[in-house]
């Protein structure tokens, strides 16, 4: 039969998985860093996923193709009813990455000074080499992390630590990319880490949402990388604000990929 279907310009297509997300029929995968059409059959043709597209790669043609599959109607969407059931329940094996837990950085801040002024007594430097060497231990800080999980996907809506946060959202390769992460973005925040690309980035969005509908969130930064497909991360944020009708104090930063603060 003759009906509309999406079409992939593969040649323009960046791999940012946005469309991916929105496809809520999961017609379109990432598959070897390209959007790709699994099925004709799953497209509804009513083009959700264009106006994600940052660089005009999806088009709707008219074409003779199979029929819908019913069956693939909001699928994704039924799928994440089910999975956020037991969202909070803990894993089967017990794994401890998914247990809430909190750190109170004010005594192990005061412990890795004193230990760090033991060991300058202690050591015997070339006088020769003693700059660059301090150099280097002044730019040692420690970890500035407030809680356990980071993981968006782990991260319990309900977990108590979030009520009452500054919440810190950032692309996996943020922390890789700036050397002071945890002095200039992690100190004082809840982190939530996540990648727009490799991720659900429509769970990712109603994840965020869960968890602004749960807590009464101080304020939100969002840290992303450089490349276009960072922009899903902000994207998401900015959706699960409006689905949770809750609009909270917002800034963003973006790290180039050689570690600079380039917005």
């Known amino acids: 039969m003759k009906r509309n279907v999406i079409e992939i310009n593969e040649e323009k297509c960046i791999g940012c998985g946005l469309c991916a997300g929105a496809c809520m029929q999961g017609a379109i995968e990432i598959i070897d860093g390209k959007a790709k059409l699994v099925s004709?059959?799953?497209?509804?043709?009513?083009?959700?996923?264009?106006?994600?597209?940052?660089?005009?790669?999806?088009?709707?043609?008219?074409?003779?193709?199979?029929?819908?599959?019913?069956?693939?109607?909001?699928?994704?969407?039924?799928?994440?009813?089910?999975?956020?059931?037991?969202?909070?329940?803990?894993?089967?094996?017990?794994?401890s990455g998914t247990h809430a837990k909190s750190f109170d950085r004010s005594s192990?801040?005061?412990?890795?000074?004193?230990?760090?002024?033991?060991?300058?007594?202690?050591?015997?430097?070339?006088?020769?080499?003693?700059?660059s060497i301090d150099t280097l231990e002044q730019g040692s800080i420690p970890s500035q992390l407030m809680q356990w999980p980071v993981q968006l996907r782990l991260i319990s809506p309900n977990a108590p630590y979030l009520n009452g946060a500054d919440l810190l959202i950032a692309a996996d390769c943020t922390a890789f990319a700036y050397g002071d992460f945890h002095r200039d973005f992690i100190k004082g925040k809840v982190t939530v880490?996540?990648?727009?690309?490799?991720?659900?980035?429509?769970?990712?969005?109603?994840?965020?949402?869960?968890?602004?509908?749960?807590?009464?969130?101080?304020?939100?930064?969002?840290?992303?990388?450089?490349?276009?497909?960072?922009?899903?991360?902000?994207?998401?944020?900015?959706?699960?604000?409006?689905?949770?009708?809750?609009?909270?104090?917002?800034?963003?930063?973006?790290?180039?990929?050689?570690?600079?603060?380039?917005?």
């Not at 000074?113 to 080499?129: F, I, L, W």
């Open 40 to 95: 004709e059959s799953y497209c509804d043709g009513l083009g959700m996923c264009l106006p994600k597209c940052p660089v005009d790669a999806i088009h709707v043609v008219e074409k003779d193709t199979e029929v819908f599959d019913q069956s693939r109607k909001n699928i994704k969407a039924k799928s994440k009813l089910e999975t956020t059931a037991t969202s909070d329940e803990p894993m089967a094996c017990g794994c």
């Open 108 to 131: 192990m801040i005061t412990l890795d000074m004193a230990q760090t002024s033991k060991a300058h007594e202690e050591k015997v430097v070339p006088s020769s080499t003693k700059s």
């Open 193 to 263: 880490i996540g990648c727009p690309k490799l991720d659900d980035n429509q769970y990712n969005a109603d994840k965020i949402a869960q968890i602004l509908s749960a807590n009464d969130i101080k304020s939100i930064t969002v840290v992303r990388m450089e490349v276009p497909c960072c922009g899903g991360m902000i994207s998401a944020v900015k959706s699960a604000m409006l689905k949770a009708e809750c609009i909270v104090p917002y800034s963003e930063v973006t790290i180039s990929s050689d570690g600079r603060i380039i917005g």
